[in-house]
Nanobody
Framework: QVRLVESGGGLVQAGGSLRLSCTAS????????MAWYRQAPGKQRELVASIGIRGSTIYADSVKDRFTISRVNDNTAAFLQMNSLKPEDTAVYYC?????????????WGQGTQVTVSS
């Protein structure tokens, strides 16, 4: 089993910054993709950013040039640096990883961390 621990959410004023962290532990041979999704009240969950095992990144258009996703060298943790935050960034942010345990690849979700941006 794989466990994900997220941290870094909170309340911030518009224009401020937050840094989210996601750490994976458990039966892991490698982590292929690490990603952040978000879900605002009444809306579907959407991809914010993802990073592949070799560092390739994908961003939602709404966060390009404001958010940066990164991962540590041992590939067990990912970070989302969020700058110039806007009220529309308010959502629960979820970490998702695709893990290879030596036999199969499986995806795991974190519990979510609340980000609230006040105007």
């Amino acid at each position: 089993q794989v466990r994900l621990v997220e941290s870094g959410g909170g309340l911030v004023q518009a224009g401020g910054s937050l840094r989210l962290s996601c750490t994976a532990s458990g039966r892991i041979i490698s982590i292929d993709t690490m990603a952040w999704y978000r879900q605002a009240p009444g809306k579907q969950r959407e991809l914010v950013a993802s990073i592949g095992i070799r560092g390739s990144t994908i961003y939602a258009d709404s966060v390009k040039d404001r958010f940066t996703i990164s991962r540590v060298n041992d590939n067990t943790a990912a970070f989302l640096q969020m700058n110039s935050l806007k009220p529309e960034d308010t959502a629960v942010y979820y970490c998702k990883v695709v893990v290879y345990n030596g036999v199969v690849r499986s995806q795991y979700w974190g519990q979510g961390t609340q980000v609230t941006v006040s105007s």
